[in-house]
């Protein structure tokens, strides 16, 4: 396996083929984007000695193994920040998230984090600034320009509106913020 650094981002496609996981990754997707990038659809932050915390559905923020994390995904894509210190503060951050519910809702200022979020909350700087942009929420598909049907389904089941427009973050968003990374890459699992 490649060469693992505290800090570094790891991009997965989850072999899980979920609706859920579908419309995530078709709501991230941008028109002439490379296709490996289109089938990522959740991330987390490797912590070292073979860990990483993550967010997921069913049990919220959650450390478990490296091999329990790479174990669920077809594939990984690795991403290497440049600023050391917001690696630092990073580790420390995602650590104290430790337990929290996993946001359901995707909205800003709910109870607990989705995956992205809790990446874009970990690489806040001290000042409480963003490392990573927010953009817009989008839950239309690029091809039919229509919100996912699922994500119709989705919201009225949770009884809330479909966050459209507001802002936040996603797996493949962050991916594509390349001027942060010093170095993107495959993971190759031996």
């Given amino acids: 396996m490649n060469k693992l650094d505290a800090g570094d981002i790891i991009f997965q496609s989850q072999k899980a083929h979920t609706p859920f996981n579908g419309a995530v990754s078709r709501s991230g997707a941008v028109l ?8 990522i659809n959740h991330v987390g932050l490797y912590m070292g000695n073979n860990t ?20 669920d995904g077809d594939y990984h894509i690795v991403g290497t920040v ?19 519910p ?46 996912l049907p699922y994500w119709i389904t989705y919201y009225t089941l949770l009884n809330q509106p479909i ?13 594509r913020q390349t001027h942060l990374f010093k170095m993107i890459r495959i993971l190759v699992i031996n």
């Fill in 102 to 147: 996993y946001n359901h809702s995707f909205y800003p200022d709910a109870e607990g984090l989705y995956c992205s979020q809790l990446i874009t909350y970990a690489f806040k700087t001290k000042r409480d600034s963003d490392y990573f942009a927010l953009y817009p929420m989008n839950f239309i598909d690029c091809t039919t320009q229509q919100i």
């Fill in 82 to 100: 440049y600023d050391s210190k917001a690696i630092k503060n990073a580790l420390i951050r995602a650590k104290a998230c430790l337990g929290l």
């Fill in 163 to 175: 966050p459209q427009g507001r802002l936040g973050s996603h797996p493949q968003q962050l991916l």
């Fill in 32 to 39: 002439n984007m490379k296709k490996i990038q289109t089938n």
């Fill in 52 to 71: 990483i915390i993550e967010a997921t559905q069913k049990k919220g923020v959650i450390q478990q193994s490296l091999a329990n994390f790479l174990s």
